[in-house]
């Protein structure tokens, strides 16, 4: 196994922040493998992630110490300009990563790759790659502005998929969608996830998560206070709980019935195997 | 029987004369002491209902009556002493640099005597949790902070009527329980809250009846354990009802009955469900 993503002992402040946003960190994201950042709100995932582009420490400054390899790169040394063909960034707000110069869909896909520098066709071909992938077919000459929140964060999917990265790294990519918005989107990763894709995301939506996610890293005050398998993350349900995250319902359902009554089950992490686990353990008959 | 506070009566809205209706005739009553969910899509009316009844958006045709007040002929600031809004966005409502001054804004601008101004900004900080932030700047604020402000804000009013805009957009797990127990602990208070929402979690949690709006109507309204478990009706709306719904759901097609909206009711439910089992097991 080869790993796309590994950082050691990275620790790290912002020029302006008082303590160290992130401490000690260290994890490591093999080829095709999803990694779900977990954690309450200021617990340091955006800047971990940040910590993967280069935009912490080149673009922020600040006191850094540990490594971060991505694609075989050490990210301290390397350019952001070349990070960005290695790495793609999912921001949370959609506006934040249209550019805002593009009059159409079909132009906002294109304009990374332009700047790259790649030939016409080359370029036409990855458009309608990405455009398709992410669902977005029909919409081409559409304002990115029109669009609705699910399909403007598709459409920064696009842009990032159209460049081919090593690695996409996504920031909490349905935080400001509706449901339908936060559905499409998932969808997506989802199936990017499936089709072996390299992927690091922070994610509020954790009964969402657990379908992709194979690993899980729960940060808390800058610590990485929990790692590994996602499934062991999961049903960790008092750390998660004490932590301000809340496991899947129906893992801490399981919880509740294994501390309270002494119910001893695995515990499911979806829907379909709580199904399972719970019409055993209550002798209901298979449907 | 609890009384009727707000009265919608065949409402229809539109926001220009050319422009699609957002609202279709709708009807509604809200009774003194409710904790009332409006969940649905955007752009099935949602908002423009809770505009409607906060009297920031008059009715295009039909009426909406707050303590038989009609919003059309009463001037807004005598609606907004009895509905109090707290807009999705705290940043949209947030404009003095003193916390202090945040909640004293509304208090000030009814007229009341300085004492009084004091007496509520406190006691309003001190519903939400956020006494001794008084001299904080309110941009310092983390964003859950913010929104604890801009409810505060709005409590200092002393509103019979709390509308919260979709409280829990870009709040992580804690912010929600926060504000679920905040809902809760003003309604238990005597504040009647109309909660906006798309988190199914929270409706399950805190509401004891749910609205759902689609295309400028209402679509269904009752008990939130009934409307959560209209599934088909919420699939055709986009809406995944909560996860414990979900394995209710399948259970009972499995032949177990838990019925539940929340983890602890599902705990409840299935606790006595394994005490009978055990019951039957040792008397055979």
């Known amino acids: 196994m080869e790993a796309v993503v590994k950082v050691e002992n990275l620790t790290y402040a912002y020029p302006t922040s008082k303590d160290f946003v992130l401490k000690n960190i260290s994890f490591e994201v093999q080829k095709g493998e999803v990694l779900a950042v977990i954690g309450p709100n200021g617990a340091g995932k955006s800047t971990l992630l940040k910590s993967l582009n280069g935009l912490v420490p080149h673009f922020y400054g600040g006191k850094y110490g540990g490594r971060v390899i991505v694609a075989g790169y050490e990210v301290l040394k390397t350019p952001i300009s070349e990070l960005s063909t290695k790495v793609g960034f999912v921001f949370q707000d959609p506006e934040d990563q249209i550019s805002g110069l593009a009059l159409t869909v079909w132009e906002e896909v294109a304009f990374g790759l332009m700047m790259l520098g790649f030939p016409r066709d080359v370029i036409a071909e990855r458009v309608r790659e990405a455009i398709d992938y992410v669902g977005l077919r029909g919409l081409e000459s559409r304002s990115p502005f029109e669009l609705s929140g699910g399909e403007m964060q598709r459409l920064a999917i696009a842009t990032v998929l159209a460049v081919k990265p090593e690695v996409i790294v996504m920031d909490e990519p349905t935080a400001q969608l509706d449901p339908l918005g936060k559905f499409e989107v998932l969808s997506v990763v989802r199936k990017l996830a499936e089709g072996g894709a390299t992927i690091v995301i922070a994610e509020h939506e954790i009964e969402d998560v657990v379908y992709f996610a194979d690993k899980m890293l729960l940060l808390d005050d800058g610590r990485a206070v929990a790692y590994g398998d996602a499934r062991e993350v999961v049903a960790m349900v008092e750390e998660l709980k004490s932590r301000g995250v809340d496991p899947p319902s129906v893992t801490e359902l399981s919880h509740l019935l294994y501390s309270r009554l002494g119910v001893d089950a695995d515990y499911p992490i979806t829907l379909e195997e709580a199904v399972e686990v719970f019409t055993r353990v209550l002798g209901g008959q298979h449907a | ?284």
Not at chain 2, 52 to 63: H, N
Not at chain 2, 77 to 87: C, L, R
């Open chain 2, 1 to 284: 029987m609890p009384e009727v506070l707000i009265r919608v009566e065949d409402l229809w809205f539109r926001y220009g004369e050319t422009s699609p209706w957002a609202l279709k005739g709708v009807n509604l009553s809200v009774f003194e002491g409710e904790l009332i969910a409006v969940i649905g899509q955007n752009g099935g009316g949602k908002t423009t209902l809770a505009k409607c009844i906060a009297g920031l958006l008059k009715p295009t045709k039909g009426r909406v009556l707050v303590e038989n007040l009609d919003t059309s002929t009463t001037p807004t600031h005598e609606i907004v002493k009895k509905v109090g809004y707290v807009f999705q966005n705290p940043s949209h409502q947030i404009f003095e640099s003193k916390v202090r001054d945040e909640v004293a804004y509304g208090p000030r601008n009814l007229g009341l005597p300085p004492e009084e101004v004091e007496r509520r900004v406190k006691w309003a900080l001190s519903e939400v949790g956020l006494l001794g932030y008084e001299d904080h700047n309110p941009y310092d604020l983390d964003y859950g902070k913010m929104k604890l402000l801009t409810i505060a804000s709005v409590l200092a009013m002393k509103p019979k009527v709390l509308i919260l805009d979709e409280p829990t957009t870009g709040q992580d797990h804690r912010g929600r329980h926060l504000l679920a127990e905040l809902a809760l602990k003003l309604n238990k208070e005597g504040i009647t809250v109309i909660v906006i929402t798309h988190d199914m979690k929270f409706v399950a949690e805190t509401a004891k009846r749910t609205v759902l709006m689609a295309g400028g109507e209402v679509v269904l309204d009752g008990p939130t354990s009934e409307v959560l478990y209209a599934v088909d009706v919420l699939r055709k709306n986009a809406i995944k009802p909560p996860q414990v719904v979900q394995l209710s759901i399948e259970l009972k097609r499995r032949g177990i009955d838990i019925s539940a909206l929340t983890v602890r009711e599902a705990f409840e439910k299935m606790q006595v469900l394994l005490e009978r089992r055990a019951g039957s097991r040792s008397r055979g």
